[in-house]
């Protein structure tokens, strides 16, 4: 109002109110769009030096052009194995204290909640003897694993490492795949709990990944399909032994669409989506 007001006493707009040009034609130019991007994107198209799905084998230190245990796969049912000494996850889930600090962080590509449990407590898993710290979790969309060549709405990493004597290692990483489907008019609840701003917020209550979100049938945790693979960006290390719950998560499709609008402002998704 200030503005609009000093312009009421300006002898070039003291009638019109208003000082912007109209638009003009582009003639064949072309608007170049410039952002910090690590060096890839999702974009098959993107120009210049950034390095799409088809070519993140280019990317320096890259393990993406391996083609001996890259994630993500078709897990096909009817050829998955029951090899009988895979253990179950009753017991392989445990939180340990009250945890309700995380950070709602946005990077280039997605909604991470990083750094959680920083005021106290911490979610590990043991898988075949070994103990893994969460340390993370985040999403994707369209879902990066398919089951029988279909997708989910979007699929959560939650990601662990394993634990040590002195913190954890950081080349030892186990993930676990959660499939998410807009199959319900309820959002899911344990998803509304978190903020995606770049702040790290204390919660009033707190959040347990395990008892909240993790798919359950009967009261025991979902069968999951397991195989050894890599980060499913660059630089796709194959260092994570991957755990696909095979029953979904449900959300709302408002949820779906909040996320897919998030995707359209970060910058190696812009385009893709």
């Given at each position: 109002n200030e503005y609009k007001h000093a312009l009421t006493t300006l002898p070039q707009t003291y009638k019109s109110l208003t000082n912007n040009r109209p638009i003009q034609p582009l003639n064949g130019r072309v608007v170049e769009f410039g952002m910090h991007v690590e060096g890839w994107t999702y974009d098959v198209t993107e120009p210049g030096p950034y390095k799409?799905?088809?070519d993140w084998a280019q990317v320096a230190g890259s393990s993406c052009g391996s083609t001996v245990r890259q994630t993500p796969i078709n897990v096909v049912t009817s050829n998955t194995t029951f090899p009988g000494n895979l253990p179950t996850l009753d017991a392989a889930f445990t939180a340990v204290g009250a945890c309700d600090t995380y950070l709602g962080k946005v990077n280039e590509h997605t909604w991470k909640a990083?750094?959680?449990c920083s005021g106290g407590g911490n979610f590990?898993?043991?898988f075949e003897g070994v103990t893994y710290k969460m340390l993370q979790f985040n999403f994707h969309s369209p879902s990066e694993h398919t089951i029988?060549?279909?997708f989910s709405d979007v699929e959560a990493h939650f990601v662990y490492a394993k634990e040590t004597s002195t913190g954890v290692d950081a080349t030892d990483l186990a993930?676990?795949?959660i499939m998410m489907e807009a199959t319900s008019s309820m959002d899911n609840a344990f998803?509304?709990?978190?903020?995606?701003?770049g702040k790290t917020h204390t919660m009033a209550n707190a959040f347990n990944p395990y008892t909240e979100f993790f798919p359950t049938?009967?009261?025991?945790?979902?069968?999951?399909?397991h195989?050894?693979?890599?980060?499913?960006?660059?630089?796709?290390?194959?260092?994570?032994?991957?755990?696909?719950?095979?029953?979904?998560v449900q959300i709302s499709q408002k949820q779906v669409n909040e996320y897919k609008h998030a995707l359209t402002t970060l910058p190696q998704t812009y385009k893709s989506l």
């Open positions: 799409g799905p088809a990083d750094n959680i590990s898993m043991v029988d060549g279909e993930v676990v795949g998803l509304e709990k978190f903020v995606w701003d049938v009967h009261d025991h945790p979902s069968s999951y399909f195989y050894d693979g890599s980060l499913t960006t660059p630089p796709c290390s194959e260092i994570v032994k991957w755990i696909v719950m095979t029953n979904p």
